[in-house]
């Protein structure tokens, strides 16, 4: 990890822009990288590019790879969210950590690779506020959840054992969360949490990134509610997990993935009323159909999504699995007319948090 050129003071001004946008509009966050990616039909040999041609394991399905080997193609498709309305713009990094990265043998790539990630959307932010200086875009820096589970043993016949430590994983996310802050990210989006657990790991490692390059940036923190039951995968409620994570004062609190945003707004709804912050959304363009595809157009994804709006529940929406530029374009158009949550004052209480919310007296 190399000595930062950024400034602090860069930094804070970006912030207070994000939050002036914030307070002004319902800001609209990107949609699918990897529904977009799947679009282009890549073999193995264009996963690869010329650098990684001889490669000792395969590495197609290693979308975040390609902001290495195919940069022109995830630079264009952060430019036709961008050109679609999105106000964030989120990095090819879903799975840039040591502990995804395994699984192709690339661990020693995992800081280039958030790098480069987030220069590439920032570039495409930047070439987009070139033309229209008025509307500020912001490069959410993504850190995803692994491909492993704190909380949860991975083997039915041994519950108390684990395949990952809390120290592995804050190792594995700051050296992310360094990566991102050097390409230029405006803010640091820890996203699709099942695990709590892994989710405060990731948070524990932003705190100390901040501390050791002196860039502190907003954080957004979004939760996946697994199924109908309304928990995540590691068994919490909304509030639950809210409570478990509000130490973090995260710029945005909300849910992402699993769920598509008819079977979401419950759940946003219970986050809503308990969060004395702003709350994010981006639900999956509908459940997936047996073929692994999603059927939910457009329009009828942003009807959802602006029946949220009208009732004051969001201040970021977006899309996650199966949403498309198009779809953001629909939900950026059916959300401009209204204004955002208003933050509650929730009274100050001792609030707790095992797998269900405990608030005292």
Known sequence: MTKLTRSMDDCRRTTARLHEAAAKRILVIDGAMGTMIQQHKLGEAEYRGDRFKDWHRDVKGNNDLLVL??????????????????????????????????????????????????????????????????????????VGPTNRTASISPDVNDPGFRNVTFDQLVAAYKE???????????????????????????????LQAFEETGIELPIIISGTITDRSGRTLSGQTPTAFWYSMRHLRPFAIGLNCALGADLMRPHLAEISSVA??????????????????????????????????????????????????????????????????????IAPKMRLSGLEAFVAG
């Not at 050097?182 to 490692?205: C, H, M, P, Q, R």
């Not at 939910?296 to 899309?319: F, R, T, Y």
Request: with cysteine; glycine share 8%; aromatic share 6%.
């Open 69 to 142: 080997s195919q940069p022109k193609i995830i630079r264009d498709i952060h430019a036709q969210y961008i050109a679609a309305g999105a106000d964030l713009v989120e990095t090819n990094t879903f799975n840039a950590q040591v502990i995804s990265m395994a699984d192709y043998g690339m661990e020693a790539l995992s800081y280039e690779i958030n790098v480069a990630a987030a220069q590439l959307a920032r570039e495409a932010c930047d070439a987009a506020m070139a033309k229209d200086p008025s509307r500020p875009r912001f490069v959410a820096g993504a």
């Open 176 to 206: 992310q969360v360094w990566g991102l802050i050097e390409g230029g990210s405006d803010l640091i989006l820890i996203e699709t949490i099942f695990d709590t657990l892994n989710a405060k790991a990731a948070g524990v490692a932003t």
């Open 276 to 345: 004395d912050t702003l709350v994010s959304a981006y639900p999956n363009a509908g459940l997936p159909n047996a073929m692994g595809e999603y059927d939910e157009s457009p329009d009828d994804m942003a009807c959802q999504i602006e029946a949220w709006a009208k009732d004051g529940l969001v201040n970021i929406v977006g899309g996650c699995c199966g949403s498309t530029p198009d779809h953001i374009r629909h939900v950026a158009e059916h959300v401009a007319k209204f204004a955002p949550r208003k933050v509650p004052t």
